[in-house]
């Protein structure tokens, strides 16, 4: 084996990916599965990740195990840690890909709204990572967060005209916390030998929505160097870098996938 395809071979290493069966998060599991990982796929939609488990062993030829996990919950999160180290003895690679939020403008956002898109999407996941930890400092482990591009720069309003997939103020604010959150694990977390980097991605609209509208899907299309907008597999190979050994000298980092959108 060369030195490359050693440093990228997952074999006998478990990955946890919470939100496995989302529209990003199935891509994730697909890319460290062909990589000969475990995969626990977990969210609330239990159903859902069983159908994708069953997929990655026939196709991958790799053990994968569904689990339920709500991340309002501090005893479903701890159960999901104890099946996972029960079933694979380890966790290796963590993957924080769940998600769940309301569209709203500045207008119709209220209390509610903005306290169930940061308690989901930035208080659950603190709370996933630290019940990890112990594992992951047992394993020199691997934490990869998923924020966005809206986690470092604004929406721009002129985007979301006659569109009801508004971004709400929450979504920003939550991804930006994960941003920060990852720099200080990396710090705090190294002399566990533990390293944790973050992607950004964007634009990555679910396929119904730029469908329905085809006028936004344009807008945002213009709206980066690489002209398009993005697709789940163009979320494997940073995966896979920022997973595997590959990456064994990073740590603390937000790689932007967002086709340059950031650069203009």
Not at 148 to 171: C, F, R, T, W
Request: aromatic content about 10%; charged content about 20%.
């Amino acid at each position: 084996m060369s030195i490359v395809n050693s440093l990228m071979d997952l074999s006998g290493k478990t990955v946890l990916v919470a939100g496995g069966a989302g529209y990003l998060g199935t891509a994730f599991c697909e890319a460290l599965a062909e990589l000969g990982a475990n995969i626990v796929i977990a969210s609330r939609d239990v159903e859902k990740c069983s159908r994708l488990s069953d997929k990655l062993k026939r196709e991958f030829n790799v053990s994968s195990r569904p689990c339920y996990l709500d991340l309002f919950d501090n005893e479903s999160i701890a159960s999901c840690i104890e099946f996972t180290t029960s079933e694979y003895k380890s966790i290796d690679v963590l993957i924080t890909s769940a998600w769940s939020g309301k569209k709203n403008s500045w207008d119709s956002i209220s209390n509610k709204d903005w306290d169930y898109d940061i308690e989901i999407c930035l208080n659950g996941i603190f709370r996933l990572v630290k019940e990890s930890t112990a594992a992951l400092k047992s394993s020199q482990g691997v934490i990869l967060t998923i924020s966005s591009m809206y986690g470092h720069i604004a929406p721009d309003y002129k985007l979301y005209e006659d569109v009801p997939q508004i971004n709400p103020p929450s979504y920003g604010a939550s991804k930006a916390g994960i941003i920060q959150l990852t720099k200080y694990l990396a710090s705090f977390l190294a002399p566990y030998g533990i390293r944790a980097n973050c992607i950004s991605p964007g634009a990555f609209p679910f396929k119904e929505i730029y469908t329905q509208y085809p006028e936004f899907a344009q807008r945002l299309c213009s709206k980066n160097p690489m002209g398009r907008i993005g697709e789940p597999d163009d979320l494997k190979g940073v995966a896979a870098l920022l997973c595997t050994d590959l990456s064994k000298y990073m740590t603390g980092q937000n790689i932007c996938v967002d086709g340059g959108w950031g650069a203009w």
